[in-house]
């Protein structure tokens, strides 16, 4: 059974650069045909597709976000990793990671979340 | 961008009734859809994929029917676990997009 965990600070300042990893346990993050992807959710609202990565390094990410997202993997330490920089209240969420399943698209296991606040 | 219109925003229902809850993209994304369920304070759980295929280990009350445009999901007999948000998310390019969500609220 895959298992994904989140970690990183839930405090962040305006302005500075929000960063998380990714733990993924119970499977390579570099086996079968996976996107390891994430995904945030402001309190009392709906999901947001933040952005994806493959194990051989290559991404995609949501187009209001772009300009701000780096996602990045460490498949040595079956870890994954999102920078959001400039952060503003507005990026105030829980921010999830999750396996997307490349060929029938849909994401199938999940990390509990992680609230990051954005505030100073 | 596809937009995803979920329909109603909430519903209030009783165990034992049947739920239906809709989604319509705003072009067609063939059976590229998704069905979620998450309680508060928990991450989405995957229910339906490819718009009717039963995620392995999901109750055989929930089904999901749809192509094109407009997806379902329905819960045939709600059970007490049922009662959460439900999100459908559709793929039709690299940018993917969830509905607005579900409620569905004890009566």
């Known amino acids: 059974q895959v298992q994904l965990q989140e970690s990183g600070p839930g405090l962040v300042k305006p302005s500075q650069t929000l960063s998380l990893t990714c733990t993924v346990s119970g499977g390579s993050i570099s086996s079968g045909s996976y996107y390891w992807t994430w995904i945030r959710q402001p309190a009392g609202k709906g999901l947001e597709w933040i952005g994806r990565?493959?194990?051989?390094?290559?991404?995609n990410y949501n187009p209001s976000l772009k300009s701000r997202v780096t996602i990045s993997v460490d498949t040595s330490k079956n870890q994954f990793s999102l920078k959001l920089s400039s952060v503003t209240a507005a990026d105030t969420a829980v921010y999830y990671c999750?396996?997307?399943?490349?060929?029938?698209?849909?994401?199938?296991?999940w990390g509990q979340g992680t609230l990051v606040t954005v505030s100073s | 961008d596809i937009q995803m219109t979920q329909s109603p925003s909430t519903l209030s229902a009783s165990v034992g009734d049947r739920v239906t809850i809709t989604c319509r993209a705003s072009q067609s994304i063939s059976s590229w859809l998704a069905w979620y369920q998450q309680k508060p304070g928990k991450a989405p759980k995957l229910l339906i994929y490819k718009a009717s295929s039963l995620e392995s280990g999901v109750p055989s009350r929930f089904s999901g029917s749809g192509s094109g445009t407009e997806f379902t999901l329905t819960i045939s007999s709600l059970q007490p676990d049922d009662f959460a948000t439900y999100y459908c998310?559709?793929?039709?390019?690299?940018?993917?997009?969830f509905g607005q969500g579900t409620k569905v609220e004890i009566k």
């Open positions: 998310q559709q793929y039709n390019s690299i940018l993917t997009t």
């Open positions: 999750a396996r997307y399943v490349g060929a029938q698209y849909y994401f199938d296991f």
């Open positions: 990565i493959y194990a051989s390094g290559s991404t």
